[in-house]
């Protein structure tokens, strides 16, 4: 449904914090489902931890509100621009099941839980091969910068 260049036109993250790679579903006011393909290359692997490569949880709940932000920008109705910008303001009920690790693909689900006076909450989680990997409750907030 979005490929990494129609992400980026949305998003203003790039590499290395640019955690999605493909979106694979997307339904306006309802949720999204998207994929980010973990690498040994990428630049966390080498200190955490040098002999056993594992996803820092942080960044898994980063790669989930990227998701999430996706699906509140697409839902928004607001012309998007080089000044837009989504804004993490909250995570509610974070919990890691399983450790992700290069080779793995992410599978990134949000669906939105509210909407109220400028602020979008979803619920998230990761899955890995049908394994849940983390989930939470995520808020966040639209901006347009000066």
């Known amino acids: 449904m979005m490929d990494i260049t129609q992400i980026m036109k949305f998003l203003p993250h790039r590499y290395p914090f640019l955690l999605v790679d493909r979106v694979l579903e ?4 309802e949720r999204v489902v998207a994929i980010k393909n973990v690498t040994m290359n ?13 996803m820092p949880g942080v960044l898994m709940i980063e790669a989930l ?6 699906l509140a920008f ?8 080089e000044n837009s910008v989504i804004y993490f303001v909250g995570i509610d009920g ?11 693909q992410l599978r990134m689900e949000a669906s939105i839980l509210r909407h109220t006076r400028g602020i979008w909450k979803f619920a998230t ?13 995520l808020m966040c907030t639209l901006k347009e910068l000066d």
């Open 74 to 81: 697409k839902s928004s109705g607001k012309e998007i621009t």
């Open 42 to 54: 990428e630049p966390h692997f080498p200190g955490h931890f040098p002999h056993h490569p594992v």
């Open 26 to 29: 997307l339904v306006p006011n």
């Open 65 to 70: 509100a990227q998701t999430a932000g996706l």
């Open 125 to 137: 989680k990761a899955t890995v091969d049908g394994q849940l990997a983390c989930e939470a409750e």
């Open 94 to 104: 974070a919990r890691f099941k399983r450790p992700v690790v290069p080779g793995d």
